[in-house]
């Protein structure tokens, strides 16, 4: 089992609707999340972070994490075409510094 | 601020050449990473530095090393280049606070033919 899955997608949302992106992990001791966002030919950028279980609100992005299932998900509300981008799910085992990276989901959103 | 800067944007390498790619984040943050990502793919992380003179592997540190002089540097050096090579590598830096929130660079695009 891959260490943090995630669909790869194309997932294709209309304009104005709402991206739900998940993420798995396989680590139970897993404490801090994040999901960053890369354009293509581009680095990644951070949209998000979660520790808590629950949902954590910023704008038109939601994140929501549920360790008991092992899954952190990420809404965006109101999607725009500028959303565009592949989404990337990180995971920080407990007691490093370091990520796990999923392989990213390829969002479109449809004008 | 620059934040994270690296060099060469790109590169292309013959089989066997070796080379550095250059990293540099005036952000004063403590650790540093060096990642590389395929085509189609997440990233995955070659060697890691929490600190001046400390550095550990990743998950694919087989053909590559690093050292960690400063605070400021952390080159990433590839011996004997081969086509299994071609990436796009990333260094990225971070606080050693909860957030880990990783800054990135620009990335180096490299080929090796």
């Known amino acids: 089992q891959k260490e943090v899955e995630q669909n790869s997608g194309p997932l294709s949302v209309p304009e104005g609707a709402i991206a739900s992106l998940n993420c798995t992990y396989s680590d139970r001791g897993s404490q801090s999340f994040f999901w960053y966002r890369q354009y293509s030919g581009k680095s990644p950028e951070l949209i998000m972070f979660?520790?808590?279980?629950g949902d954590k609100e910023d704008g038109r992005f939601t994140a929501q994490l549920n360790k008991a299932s092992q899954y952190v998900s990420l809404l965006i509300r109101d999607s725009q075409p500028s959303d565009s981008a592949t989404y990337l799910c990180a995971v920080s085992p407990p007691g490093t510094y370091k990520y796990i990276f999923g392989t990213g989901t390829r969002l479109k959103v449809l004008a | 601020n620059a934040g994270v800067t690296q060099t060469p944007k790109f590169r292309i390498l013959k089989i066997g050449q070796s080379m550095t790619l250059q990293c540099t984040q005036d952000m004063n943050h403590n650790y540093m990473y060096w990642y590389r990502q395929d085509p189609g793919m997440g990233l995955k992380l070659i060697y890691y530095s929490v600190g001046a003179g400390i550095t550990d592997k990743g998950e694919v540190p087989n053909g590559y090393n690093v050292s960690r002089s400063t605070t400021e540097d952390f080159p990433l050096r590839l011996e004997l280049a081969a086509p299994s090579q071609t990436s796009v590598y990333f260094c990225?830096?971070?606080?050693?606070?909860?957030?880990?929130?990783?800054?990135f660079g620009p990335g180096t695009r490299l080929t090796v033919t």
């Open positions: 990225a830096s971070s606080y050693p606070d909860r957030g880990y929130e990783q800054y």
């Open positions: 979660i520790y808590s279980n």
